[in-house]
């Protein structure tokens, strides 16, 4: 994800990805059940991928490899909330009687992001500007 990928308005939601063992695999699933393209993004050794749909010059969603950065993600779909302040939004989370089960974790030098679990068990993803 880049910050040209999504919306970063605090309160949006503003990314979806998916991140699995075999994104291969999935890029090519999802590639032929929703006519996504796949745009690949280096990551190392390895690429994960943002999808475009067709006619969108722009990626509506990724699918990334359980691995690097995204270790230990959750394998499912995750939605990624803009928020203003991570550390904030995390405290208020334990406050709410949610819990953090991943992160948080830098993405570049712009931008951190952990994944919250609520009160019910749903797990979203935050993401926010780095401290500066």
């Known amino acids: 994800m880049s910050s040209d990928m999504y919306t970063n308005k605090p309160g949006t939601i503003g990314w979806i990805d998916l991140t699995v063992d075999d ?6 699933f999802y590639s032929s059940v929703t006519g996504w393209t796949p745009e690949n993004i280096g990551m190392g050794d390895y690429s994960d991928y943002v999808m475009k749909a ?16 995204n ?15 991570i550390d904030r939004s995390i405290s208020n989370c334990l ?17 951190r992001y952990c994944v919250i679990q609520d009160p019910a068990g749903a797990s979203a993803a935050l993401i926010g500007p780095a401290a500066g």
């Not at 994104?23 to 090519?28: E, F, K």
């Not at 270790?71 to 302040?85: H, L, R």
């Open 23 to 28: 994104a291969d695999g999935l890029r090519d």
């Open 54 to 69: 067709p006619g969108i010059d722009r990626g509506v969603a990724g699918i990334c490899h359980a691995r690097g950065p």
């Open 95 to 111: 406050a709410g009687g949610g819990k953090v089960v991943f992160g948080p974790k830098n993405y570049g030098d712009k931008w």
């Open 71 to 85: 270790t230990g993600m959750p394998p499912q779909w995750m939605i990624y909330i803009t928020v203003e302040d």
